[in-house]
């Protein structure tokens, strides 16, 4: 009896430790980019780029992600990219990975690492005013540039979606 008990212990262990395990190596990847590199990268894109900014402790932020996920990967995979851009503060940036995680977040996640929005926001669009949730499309290959200060509708990122590909 005192075997069992030992064999099952040793194994709900085994268990726990896989499963976490598991756990930390399906973690969303976070990768920490300056204004410059975004901007960089953003240039550079060949394809449709949708860029999300958003933050863990903004509600219609984290309400809008999901939609924006489905549209893009539903109607347009392969087409359009879908980049999240975090705008955590310094002190909450270990925690980004875990939160998209648990909220399915798929999307490729980058965190900002800046802290003067009245340095990056006009880099990103001159009429941001540091409010999130907010949105960019790009398509260089059209010359297609539209900014969103405000959390869009499943209506609206569907009729902006067809526009960007178009």
């Known amino acids: 009896m005192c075997l069992q008990k030992l064999f099952i212990k040793r194994m709900v262990a085994a268990l726990a430790l896989m499963l976490l395990l598991v756990g930390s190596c399906m973690a969303q990847q976070v990768n920490r980019v300056s204004i410059a590199e975004l901007q960089s990268y953003i240039q550079k894109s060949e394809k449709p780029l949708v860029v ?3 933050a863990t402790f903004c509600k219609p932020c ?8 489905q549209a893009i990967s539903k109607q347009y995979k392969g087409e359009v990219e879908l980049l999240l851009v975090s705008l ?3 002190a909450d940036y270990r925690k ?3 939160f998209a995680s648990q909220k399915n977040f798929s999307a490729p996640i980058a965190w900002l690492n800046e802290t003067d929005a009245d340095y990056f926001c006009p880099k990103i669009d001159p009429k941001w005013s540091g409010a999130i949730p907010c949105t960019l499309m790009i398509n260089n290959k059209k010359g297609y540039r539209k900014f969103y200060d405000d959390q869009l509708s ?10 960007l590909v178009q």
């Open 154 to 163: 499943t209506t609206q990122l569907e009729k902006e979606l067809k526009a």
């Open 62 to 69: 984290v309400e809008e992600i999901p939609y924006f996920q």
């Open 52 to 54: 999300n900014f958003w």
């Open 96 to 98: 980004i990975s875990s």
């Open 88 to 90: 955590d503060l310094p």
